[in-house]
């Protein structure tokens, strides 16, 4: 989901959390990173029982981490970078920055259902 830009992260679970819960009501754990503050554990777990975990990165390790399926996220951002109206904040409306997110996932799953058919009418 993509809120407004004057939203702060830890202030978005009540925004977020309906939407969420109507789309995918067997939803039990949410990985946040550090920017999810104690408001937004404890409103997920006082309106839906979910248990939001904070994912914290090592603070002996200097520089670059991998951190746990932190490397998910940033790997589909990666994907998305290629799509011009996703590279700068071109949309007005929050809800059209969202849907150009629905087109770019769109045609990445048809680019590889496409070569994974391909594939298989090869061999």
Not at 7 to 31: E, F, M, T, Y
Not at 98 to 120: G, P, Q, T, W
């Amino acid at each position: 989901m993509v809120t407004n830009a004057s939203v702060q992260d830890a202030n978005s679970a009540s925004i977020i959390g309906g939407r969420l819960h109507k789309k995918l009501p067997r939803l039990q754990k949410i990985l946040a990173d550090q920017g999810y503050k104690e408001q937004f554990v404890t409103w997920f777990l006082t309106a839906f029982q979910w248990v939001v975990e904070i994912v914290q990165r090592n603070s002996a390790v200097k520089g670059f981490e991998v951190i746990p399926k932190r490397w998910i996220v940033e790997r589909t951002f990666a994907w998305m970078n290629p799509y011009r109206r996703l590279s700068k904040d071109y949309e007005y409306h929050t809800s059209s920055s969202e849907a150009m997110i629905y087109l770019a996932s769109i045609r990445l799953m048809l680019k590889r259902c496409a070569n994974r058919r391909d594939y298989k009418l090869k061999s």
